[in-house]
């Protein structure tokens, strides 16, 4: 129940925090966070990450639909597993999913606003939800690869027992 619960407080600050966006400042509008760095700036995607394929709602829709129950199921086939952190990293993605679905749904877009500049070079403009995905996936490699370490910790003790037992 607690990845649940993650996953709705990060889903209710993501939609907070674009209905602050939409509710206050205009399209366009830039908020300096932290000199020519950071903004906060109400933008609209039509599209995925990096604003590729735009305007494809109903794609997204649908995919959003089965990777939303593909991971509710998930999350309830691991939950009880001793490994705590492919749970919480699913709950994220779940989340973020979850937050860029009902935008999407609703008005056909996706609210996003922060935006960070490296020099000339501008950063695709993202979410809380975008962010609660990229976190969770990240989280997933870092699962996967500590699963890897465990694997082999566990084979190497199996081969020194049966060295041990010849």
Not at 72 to 79: E, G, S, T
Not at 125 to 136: E, L, M, P, Q, T
């Amino acid at each position: 129940m607690i990845y649940y619960v993650i996953a709705l407080i990060v889903f209710m600050v993501d939609q907070g925090s674009k209905w602050l966006v939409k509710t206050n400042m205009d399209l366009g509008q830039q908020i300096s966070v932290i000199g020519d760095f950071f903004y906060i700036t109400s933008h609209r995607n039509r599209g995925a990450a990096f604003g590729i394929l735009q305007d494809q709602r109903w794609f997204f829709i649908v995919v959003t639909i089965i990777v939303v129950v593909a991971l509710v199921w998930y999350i309830q086939k691991i939950k009880s597993q001793p490994d705590k952190l492919l749970p919480l990293a699913l709950s994220l993605v779940l989340a973020g999913a979850i937050g860029n679905f009902l935008d999407r749904l609703l008005m056909g877009e996706v609210v996003d606003f922060f935006k960070f500049n490296f020099g000339s070079y501008t950063f695709p403009i993202f979410n809380v939800a975008d962010s609660a995905i990229v976190v969770g996936v990240a989280l997933i490699i870092l699962d996967t690869l500590l699963e890897s370490r465990r694997e082999k910790r566990r084979e190497d003790q199996q081969v020194g027992q049966q060295e041990g037992k010849e």
